[in-house]
């Protein structure tokens, strides 16, 4: 069967990019880069927090902008969290415990830790070598500073080029996976499960695929294809609205399961803790018991933050933002929001509701209650408290429609990006619109193929970015310092803005005349 034919193809690919080779890459360069800005994250803390989240009434934080393709900073965060918060923060975090343990939050978080400051590098850089393409919009990724930053190394030109193309290719590929099949897989599961149609779901299309998938799908590409055709700015205008009510929505009513389970709470961090280490008996005993609970701790927070993958970047470089620096701090807030509040909200709902003592999920044997999967848990955590009429497992199906279907248009702009740099930015429609066929294929596959693909095409794509971050973190620093050292020390420098000497010029007399 062709899909087998997949499944076995993709699992040998997979094992080489999340084995030990990728994951010391990812967490490596998130620990480089950490201490080479001196644990920005924490020692620039009040920096990073006053100029995100303490700067959102900021009129020049959360304007419109009327220059064409160029969206605020606020708009950036909100369509890179579209794309950020999807599945990998529900049916992802409990797919990570079903497998990993209660353990694998930790090492979550952990990659969190480090995710930080490689998503303020990628941001940094992104903004750096960012130029306008042929529509007079800026385009800014991972392949641009390949190409002008790697490749601007001695002898390093052909490397540059090629890993930047390779780059681009794996982004594209990722966008179905990450962005489009496993977002719809997951969303077709969660509502037919909640609002299940029997005259739908009991007529089978083929092979256990009933018309009610189907007719999920279709009504998710057409709305995919009516924003998304309609570029970044309009994408950028849903996610503003559409992201802080899901997120704030989502976390409240996680608040409220774990309050009912208050008692629970301490025993759950407990268990995150000391199972990080001692892993229970279903995911093994000793080194190997640690390694699974690592490795789905590591991939699931990736799959959720995109850390280290060179995605979110490409959104960030549209803001009107002038400073590397100031995008580089949302790409701190991004990952924190991400990881260390809604991941973390998912995972304690999980395990304070019952997931200690049985209940949906019981953390001593890895049993998932009669009736639930990964991709349903938390939905069947949230009936518990709110049974009547089904409403905690719709409250959930409506969460995770509203954060996958973000996520699906926020990665059709990173494709959109990567198609741009091989093919042109007159042509990126086209792509567009074989983003938008390809969501069928997330209804009517299975939810673990959907997944597995999604995880190998997110190492893929991470492997030359993060080549090009360590490479450039001495200019990260550079700039870094820079800023520092002007915003903070109040010494008389010029501005680090620009790789490019136009740019250069017209940015640092705008930031010197306080323009920003």
Sequence with gaps: MILDRIAEINGSINGVVWGAFGLFLLIGT???????????????????????????????????????????PFQALCTALAATVGTGNIAGVAA??????????????????????????????GIYFRRKNSNDEWSGGAMYYLQ???????????????????????????????????????????????????ALSSIEVFEGISLYNVIIGVVI??????????????????????????????????????????????????AIFVNAFKPEAFVGGGLGGVIIAMTNGFKRGVFSNEAGLGSSVMVHSNSSVKEPVKQGMW???????????VCTMTALVVLTSGGLNGGVFNAATGEIAAGYTDATLVGGAFNQIFPWGNIGQRFVAIAMFLFAFTTVLGWSHYGSKAWEYLFGAKTTIVFRIIHVCTIIFGAVLTSSLAWDISDTFNGLMMIPNLIGVLVLVPLVMKITKNYIDRRIKGKDVEPEISYDAATQAEHAAAIKNGEE
């Design 30 to 72: 998130g620990i480089i880069t950490t201490l080479c800005t001196k644990v920005f994250q924490v020692s620039r803390l009040g920096l990073w927090w006053k100029n995100t989240i303490g700067s959102l009434f900021k009129k020049d934080v959360i304007s419109h902008c009327k220059e064409k393709g160029v969206i605020s």
């Design 221 to 270: 590409m057409i709305l995919t294809a009516v924003i998304t055709l309609g570029g970044v700015k309009r994408i950028a205008n849903v996610a503003e609205k559409i992201v802080p009510f899901m997120v704030i929505l989502y976390v409240v009513g996680s608040l409220v399961i774990i309050g009912v389970h208050y008692d629970a709470i301490l025993p759950a961090f407990k």
């Design 331 to 341: 790409g701190i807030f991004e990952v924190f929001a991400d990881t260390m509040v």
């Design 96 to 125: 990570a415990i079903c497998v990993g343990g209660a353990g694998a939050v930790f090492w979550m978080w952990v990659a969190a830790f480090f995710g930080m400051m490689t998503n303020y590098s990628e941001n940094v850089l």
């Design 148 to 198: 002008d930053g790697l490749g601007g190394k001695k002898n390093c030109k052909w490397l540059g080029k090629a890993l930047a193309v390779l780059f681009c290719i794996f982004a594209m590929l990722a966008s179905f996976g990450i962005g489009s099949m496993g977002q719809v897989n997951k969303i077709v599961a969660n509502v037919s499960a909640a609002f299940d149609i029997k």
